[in-house]
């Protein structure tokens, strides 16, 4: 079986080709295009834009992960992020919609208003006691797929590799016992989240050794900025051959679906990429 939406929605098969999940910050602080869309207008402008540019999932976050960023309570993350769920729903009924947050109440209440996914950059486990997933058990009573990322507070690996499948698996298996459908669940490897621009960098060379996880794999490495440093560019806007590569790479690896800024640029990466890894002309979208 392959994942399936609390709504109905239908969602792209992540089987025949990668996947694009178009960003859509909506927040005043996010290190590429904070501010970039600060009304319910802008954000559907925007994502307009990014469906005809190609997005198959749209990912709409209302809290920086950036480095050194302010957290931000849960309501007011509720504030931003409700309305435009709602009015992305009205709009664009068969859109897929995704909710960048690690809290379990604010997804809950995007899932009710609306969103089809969850993307979680801690795995599951904010607020866990022990082996607890709390958002596991969210995702799992609406019946919401759900994206584990690993994250670290600190690079802090005695065993880089073993590490990072671990808890990966411990992010799955507590997410499955808090009643997830195994189908419904995707791993991250949490490029540029506690690991060194290195450690980035085996990340994607080797993230073959996540897709034999046995789950869909997302990658995210758009304008980040190992890339930066491996370009000598400090500018984000300026990266693109860094987004190009990584995620070609990443489809060649087994990646399931990118997170790009850029949609209409790297889609013919992709098709590319898909094709390569397929040996065959691609079929359709």
């Known amino acids: 079986m392959s994942w399936s939406s609390p709504h109905g929605t239908p969602l792209p098969d992540w089987r025949r080709r990668t996947l694009i999940m178009g960003i859509m910050n909506l927040t005043p ?9 600060p009304g319910v207008d802008d954000a559907l402008r925007r994502a307009e834009a990014l469906l005809h540019e190609g997005a198959d999932v749209l990912d709409l976050g209302a809290e920086s992960t950036r480095p050194g960023a302010a957290p931000v ?22 859109a897929m919609l995704s909710v960048d947050t690690y809290k379990p109440d604010v997804a809950e ?33 609406a019946r919401c797929p759900l994206i584990l990322m690993h994250r670290r507070r600190e690079a802090d690996y005695h065993d880089f590799w ?4 671990a808890d990966l698996r411990g992010s799955l298996r507590a997410a499955m016992a808090a009643g997830m459908a195994p189908e419904q ?4 490897p949490g490029f540029g989240f506690g690991k060194t621009p290195d450690q980035n960098l085996r990340l994607v060379r080797d993230l073959a050794k996540v897709a ?17 440093l491996v370009l000598g560019e400090a ?44 040996g065959s002309l691609p079929a359709g979208k």
């Open 29 to 37: 602080d996010s290190f590429s295009d904070g501010g970039a869309l």
């Open 235 to 278: 500018d984000p806007m300026r990266r693109t051959a860094g987004n190009d590569v990584t995620a070609a790479w990443g489809v060649a690896q087994g990646c399931s679906m990118v997170r790009v800024h850029d949609v209409a640029a790297i889609r013919p990466v992709i098709r590319m990429a898909d094709a390569l890894r397929q």
């Open 109 to 141: 209440a995007a899932v009710a208003a609306g969103a089809d996914l969850v993307n979680d950059v801690e795995g599951g486990r904010f607020g866990a006691r022990g082996d607890e997933s709390p958002m596991g058990a969210v995702c799992a009573k």
């Open 73 to 94: 309570a849960a309501a007011d993350e509720r504030d931003r992020l409700l309305p435009v769920v709602q009015a992305l729903r009205r709009r664009f009924p068969q």
């Open 212 to 228: 034999a996880l046995g789950h869909p794999v997302l990658l995210g490495t758009s304008r980040k900025s190992t890339l930066g």
């Open 185 to 188: 669940l995707w791993t991250d």
């Open 162 to 165: 073993p590490e990072i499948l």
